[in-house]
């Protein structure tokens, strides 16, 4: 591939994907005088609130946490909820463009099929589905965790005949459910969502769920220019806290006292502020002890299985959607928001099947077979997912220096430094990928945090004359092995989840996000001031 192509262009770094960590590095890396260009797959700007455009689709970062903490984006910028649709998120989007002038250097539709690195010029030379090539010194993708879907592999899947979609590819042009008969598979973040928005308008839904979401209390609100949550004048002190705060949400801090210590009466209150308070508050803003201990963590379950359950009418569904015993501890799995989410399985129009008892059988022509009962639908929803963490890199066909793709070097298990950079693979620095905090950090935090830590890195290399950059084998063994330590002393192996990446039928069992943003940045931070340890420059 590497000789045939045209010389020109040859940027100095191409970024890929025009969501928040892709659009940080073009702003940030054009300011610092590089030549950046991006790539994106999609036809506009957002990530995956380009591609997530179905029925419900909303922010679970309560604002002003889902922004740039850029002053010149924020001052003439106000939100209308506090968490956010699709819909808003795409034109904060737009004003973001009109504010940083993003998109003169971007080219859409442009997905990234492959990329190969040419070690005689010390450059990626990276193809697109349409089939041409383009060159850059560094590579710097920007895939988010959610890059890939995950379809499972009902038997019949392709014969339904009427609306058949994967939430994160949801015509842009919308799907009509009202009045009709829907099915929806699966009860992760965008199954709770669409959910809630449907059974009020469906004619019929039935719901496949296979592990019961522990979906927390939204408390949403709207919001005009007078209301907004913080007001502009202490914008700038909130965004520094939220740059050094657990999630990268500033007012999300954990009570220091351990839970199995306080009384009950005072741990329930303690519980019932964060409930009130609405958001992730009830996951991360409880007690520190609910993510390591499991006798703390049945404490919060138990709290949360209560509330579930007094807005369930009927004793069966109490049982199936907040159960007596948990079926992994609290939080391991991520919990979604949701406001009515709960109250609509109440309605006559709406079936709960349970597929740990009778599991999909097949998908027909009208429906879907599950227990020997065949069930019609007008409109069927997966929301089944995604290969997440990996899944946005290894289907690109990217190959480093020893001729094998990531998805290869993957094969026994991740292996990156810093979850940033990895061996074998020169000059591909990536934001928001495996083994940095990612799924556990706001992402507009984390663009701009993880963000600076590159385009310090690039500028570090600039400055220096370094064009070539790789992390070594030794970095990001131990870097890996740091992850399965904190594995270890964790709940977080105990649930099915895509954290773990047991989603995905085959797909290897381990951590593949770092839980502690603090002490991520701490280790990223003294690495840099040891002039990149772990890194061989050239
Ligand atoms: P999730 O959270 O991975 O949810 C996928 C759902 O699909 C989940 O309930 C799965 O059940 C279910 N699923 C997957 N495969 C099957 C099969 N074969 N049969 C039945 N049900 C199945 O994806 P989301 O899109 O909701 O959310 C992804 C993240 O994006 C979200 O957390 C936000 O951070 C943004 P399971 O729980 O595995 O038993």
Not at 305 to 315: E, F, I, S
Not at 336 to 364: A, C
Request: proline fraction near 5%; glycine fraction near 10%.
């Amino acid at each position: 591939m590497v000789g045939s192509e045209e010389r020109e262009p040859a940027w100095d770094v191409l970024v890929i994907g025009a969501g928040f960590s892709g659009l940080y590095q073009l702003h940030r890396l054009r300011e610092e005088g590089f030549n950046v260009h991006l790539f994106e797959a999609g036809a506009d700007i957002g990530g995956i609130w380009h591609w997530n455009c179905y029925p419900g689709a909303r922010v679970d970062s309560h604002v002003p946490n889902y922004e740039y903490s850029l002053e010149t984006v924020w001052q003439d910028w106000n939100w209308s909820e506090r968490f956010p649709d699709w819909k808003e998120l795409r034109r904060y989007f737009a004003h973001l463009d009109a504010k940083l002038d993003l998109s003169r250097d971007i080219s859409f539709g442009k997905r990234v099929v492959g990329a190969e690195f040419d070690e005689s010029t010390r450059e990626w030379a990276v193809t697109t589905a349409d089939a041409s090539i383009a060159r850059a010194r560094f590579l710097v993708p920007c895939l988010g965790f959610a890059a890939k879907a995950y379809v499972p592999d009902f038997a019949g899947l392709d014969r339904f005949e009427g609306p058949c979609h994967h939430t994160g590819h949801w015509p842009q042009d919308g799907v009509d459910l009202e009045g009709k008969r829907v099915g929806v598979i699966g009860t992760g973040a965008s199954g709770v969502q669409v959910i809630q928005e449907t059974g009020p308008i469906a004619s019929e839904l039935v719901v496949f769920q296979r592990t019961p979401n522990q979906a927390l209390a939204m408390q949403q609100r709207a919001l005009d220019a007078g209301s907004q949550p913080v007001p502009n004048d202490e914008l700038r002190g909130y965004f520094r806290t939220r740059q050094i705060s657990g999630g990268g949400i500033a007012d999300i801090v954990p009570d220091r006292r351990r839970a199995v210590d306080v009384d009950p009466d005072e741990r329930d209150a303690v519980f019932e502020a964060a409930w009130q308070r609405g958001g992730f508050h009830f996951w991360g803003g409880t007690f520190s002890d609910i993510s390591m201990d499991e006798t703390a963590n049945r404490m919060a379950y138990a709290f949360w299985r209560d509330k579930v359950r007094a807005r369930l009418g009927d004793p069966t569904l109490r049982e199936k959607l907040a159960p007596t015993e948990p079926i992994h501890p609290f939080g391991t799995k991520r919990p979604s928001l949701e406001q009515t989410y709960y109250e609509v399985y109440n309605q006559d129009n709406v079936t709960l099947v349970d597929v740990r008892e009778t599991p999909i059988e097949e998908v027909t022509e009208t429906g879907v077979v599950a227990g020997a009962h065949h069930y019609q639908f007008d409109v069927l929803v997966l929301a089944t997912g995604f290969d997440s963490g990996t899944g946005g890199l290894t289907q690109i066909d990217i190959r480093g220096t020893q001729g094998c793709t990531m998805a290869d070097f993957w094969a026994d298990g991740v292996k990156t430094h810093l979850g940033i950079a990895v061996p074998g693979f020169p000059n591909l620095l990536m934001l928001y990928g495996p083994q940095s905090p990612t799924a556990f950090w706001n992402g507009p935090t984390s663009a701009e945090v993880q963000g600076d830590w590159v385009v310090d890195c690039l500028i570090h290399m600039r400055d220096n004359g370094v064009t070539r950059v790789e992390a070594t084998d030794a970095a990001a063994e131990a870097w890996s092995e740091h992850i399965r330590e904190i594995a270890a002393g964790s709940l977080l192996p105990q649930a099915d989840s895509w954290y773990m990446g047991a989603n995905v039928p085959g797909k290897r069992r381990e951590l593949l996000f770092h839980p502690g943003v603090p002490d991520y940045m701490k280790r990223c931070n003294a690495i840099a001031a040891k002039g990149y340890d772990g890194f061989e420059c050239a």
